[in-house]
Each structure stands twice: as structure tokens, then as C-alpha cells.
Nanobody, 119 residues
Framework: QVQLVESGGGLVQAGGSLRLSCAAS????????MGWYRQAPGKPRELVAS???????NYADSVKGRFTISRDNAKNTVSLQMNSLKPEDTAVYYC?????????????WGQGTQVTVSS
């Protein structure tokens, strides 16, 4: 039973930083491409950053140069370092990824963690 659990969200002033972590648990045999999404109320969920199994990364233009996605395969985690935060970054952030558990490969979502940036 694979689970993705996010942590690290909270309240921060504009210009500050937060680091989000996503931990995969269960009987995991492999982790493929992973990504961070965010969703504000009434808005579509959007892809913020992604990282492949080979650690190639891509970023939305709105966060490029400010956010960094990384992974630690030994710990089954993926992180999102967020610097120079802006009020428009306020959203629920979700971890998503392709993970192999005891039943094979599947797509999984975390429960989300709230990030609020005050001006």
C-alpha cells in the first residue's frame, strides 16, 4: 500500500522560504517521475515542478529561478525548496508520482499541504 505524505507547509512572509518534503511509504520497489502541483481555491491544479527518475528537472515559468525540486532515492523522498516566495504562491501543494509497490506501478497523490504567503 503506497502512500505519499507531504510536510513542510505553513505561513511565511513574502520574500521568505519554505521547504516541502514528500515521503513515499509502503513496500516500494521503484520510484519514477515525480512532481509538485499546486491548487488555489477556484483555480485549476497546475504543475509547478517535475523531476524524472534520472533527475532531469522542469519548472513552471512562474517559479523558475526561485524553486528547486530534488529527490533522495535512498530515503524515498522528493523535496521542493521554495525561495523568494510571493503571495501568488499561496496554494495547497500536492506531491504526485509514479511509484511501484507490491501490486506494481501506479500513480499516487499526496493529501496536500497548505502554503500561505503574506504580503
Amino acid at each position: 500500500q503506497v502512500q505519499l505524505v507531504e510536510s513542510g507547509g505553513g505561513l511565511v512572509q513574502a520574500g521568505g522560504s519554505l521547504r516541502l518534503s514528500c515521503a513515499a511509504s509502503g513496500r516500494i520497489s521503484g520510484i519514477g517521475n515525480m512532481g509538485w502541483y499546486r491548487q488555489a481555491p477556484g483555480k485549476p491544479r497546475e504543475l509547478v515542478a517535475s523531476i524524472t527518475s534520472g533527475s532531469s528537472t522542469n519548472y513552471a515559468d512562474s517559479v523558475k529561478g526561485r524553486f528547486t525540486i530534488s529527490r533522495d532515492n535512498a530515503k524515498n523522498t522528493v523535496s521542493l525548496q521554495m525561495n523568494s516566495l510571493k503571495p501568488e504562491d499561496t496554494a495547497v501543494y500536492y506531491c504526485n508520482g509514479h511509484v511501484a509497490g507490491s501490486t506494481g506501478w501506479g500513480i499516487y497523490w499526496g493529501q496536500g499541504t497548505q502554503v500561505t504567503v503574506s504580503s
